[in-house]
């Protein structure tokens, strides 16, 4: 979405609604209402010290004009988004939305997960599971979604976040969900984008998610509203502060 911005200088919100138009000519998509789209995106002030994306990785238009198809790939073809979603059990409703908001997309038979700054492939080769920047450097996922709304979600992959939308948690317009591009990666820059919303780590229950909880959790105090987390117990979760 930070793509069609960039190259039609226009703000977040016309850029998915322009997205949305250029998607629409699809032959091969479902029949009936679209996925909701999140078209609340509104501008408004930043914190002085939160680093925009672009300050983070300028994207050349050529990468642009990569990521756009890349999203369309998967955005135009209702078929590839079941095949995908099969092997994870989610509905592809899901990930034709994602495709529509410019996050999510299909690059020579690997999965690209598309970031206001670049965008980060997944794909497996002799049974391992590989993933590599295309191009841009690593920022949140979904991250322009953040400025408008209360409460966040904030998951340690892609695939953890499309799962709790797949599950329909983004019903409430005041929440929205996000992703760090990995465990371990969540820089001090970025606490000032949460400020005074109210934040739930919705990390893995394991080793690795309990690191990050810890070390996530301590940069955002003072300045989430509220910091809760999800604790997992017998494949159920509740949140706790």
């Keep these: 979405m930070d793509f069609i911005a960039k190259l039609e ?6 850029a998915c609604r322009r997205y949305i138009e250029l998607a629409g000519t699809a032959a091969d998509r479902p029949q009936g209402q679209l996925p909701r789209q999140r078209s609340d995106l509104r501008e408004g002030k930043r914190s002085q010290r939160a680093l925009l994306p672009s300050e983070i990785y300028d994207p050349v238009g050529e990468e642009c004009f990569a990521a756009i198809k890349m999203a369309e790939a998967l955005s135009t073809s209702f078929s590839l988004c079941e095949r995908i979603a099969e092997g994870r059990k989610w509905k592809p409703e899901t990930l034709r939305r994602l495709a529509l908001e410019g996050y999510l997309g299909w690059n020579d038979g690997k999965l690209a997960f598309i970031y206001d700054t ?10 391992e599971r590989i993933i590599r920047w295309a191009f841009g450097k690593p920022w949140i996922w979904r991250g322009a979604w953040l400025q408008p ?3 966040v979600y904030l998951c340690e992959s892609e695939t953890d976040a499309i799962s709790l939308l797949d599950a329909g948690i983004e019903e409430d317009a005041r929440l929205v969900v996000v992703a760090m591009p990995s465990a371990s990666t969540f820089k001090e820059d970025w606490v000032h984008l949460f400020r005074g919303k109210d934040v739930i780590l919705a990390f893995d229950n394991d080793d690795a998610g309990a690191e990050a909880t810890e070390r996530v959790g301590k940069l955002l105090w003072g300045h989430a509203r509220l910091l809760n987390r999800l604790d997992w117990k017998g494949g159920q979760y509740a949140v706790r502060a």
């Design 9 to 14: 200088n226009i703000g977040n919100a016309d």
């Design 149 to 151: 709304v209360e409460f």
């Design 118 to 127: 670049g965008v980060k492939l997944r794909w497996r080769e002799n049974g």
